[in-house]
T-cell receptor, first 109, second 113 residues
Framework: GQNIDQPTEMTATEGAIVQINCTYQ??????LFWYQQHAGEAPTFLSY????GLEEKGRFSSFLSRSKGYSYLLLKELQMKDSASYLC??????????FGAGTQVVVTP | EPEVTQTPSHQVTQMGQEVILRCVPI?????FYWYRQILGQKVEFLVS????????KSEIFDDQFSVERPDGSNFTLKIRSTKLEDSAMYFC???????????FGPGTRLLVL
């Protein structure tokens, strides 16, 4: 079956690092995406991995292991504005996407 | 910076009525998508569209849904006979030839009474 799992909620302190894990089981794979979504707003693209390894974009990094069906999003130097839901999404054929339920990150002072 | 726009921002309709949700993708983008998000739930893929035809669609996208690109700028989602369970936020997204970065519009909140 098709499944994407990520933790429901994580709490971290301002300035800290948080790692959000995502595991997936899909019938095909064309890439893994991470999005940020603030309450009541649209998802905003953060990163994309299609090959194994680490992609770094400023304070955000994303890692992919296709053999393990595993990805993580790393948020460094957390800021209060990073409090949001982080969505893991898999493209399992070009043009068809499946989202995880999202991980709510709460950043505390 | 170019952005995806959607109209209306909110729509209230009676069960059984038809609604059309409108989107203007980023002008040089080639791939278009509709998603929905029921309140408190995850984002769900509905359909993708490329070269004036549907590329992929989900199980949610049944016969009551249709999409159209009526001109060079608009991309619409039509729900023919709305049900209570169609109440959700509907997001349009577009991406360019690279496909990996999808830009989402602000959404249309649909309420079916």
């Amino acid at each position: 079956g098709q499944n994407i799992d990520q933790p429901t909620e994580m709490t971290a302190t301002e300035g800290a690092i948080v790692q959000i894990n995502c595991t997936y089981q899909t019938s095909g794979f064309n890439g893994l995406f991470w999005y940020q979504q603030h309450a009541g707003e649209a998802p905003t693209f953060l990163s994309y991995n299609v090959l194994d390894g680490l992609e770094e974009k400023g304070r955000f990094s994303s890692f992919l292991s296709r053999s393990k069906g595993y990805s993580y999003l790393l948020l460094k130097e957390l800021q209060m504005k990073d409090s949001a839901s982080y969505l893991c999404a898999v493209s399992h054929s070009w043009g068809k996407f499946q989202f995880g339920a999202g991980t709510q990150v709460v950043v505390t002072p | 910076e170019p952005e995806v726009t959607q109209t209306p921002s909110h729509q209230v309709t009676q069960m059984g009525q038809e609604v059309i949700l409108r989107c203007v993708p980023i002008s040089n983008h080639l791939y278009f998508y509709w998603y929905r998000q029921i309140l408190g739930q995850k984002v769900e893929f509905l359909v993708s569209f490329y070269n004036n035809e549907i590329s992929e669609k989900s199980e949610i996208f049944d016969d009551q849904f249709s999409v159209e690109r009526p001109d060079g700028s608009n991309f619409t989602l039509k729900i023919r006979s709305t049900k209570l369970e169609d109440s959700a936020m509907y997001f349009c997204a577009s991406s360019d030839q690279g496909r990996e970065t999808q830009y989402f519009g602000p959404g249309t909140r649909l309420l079916v009474l």
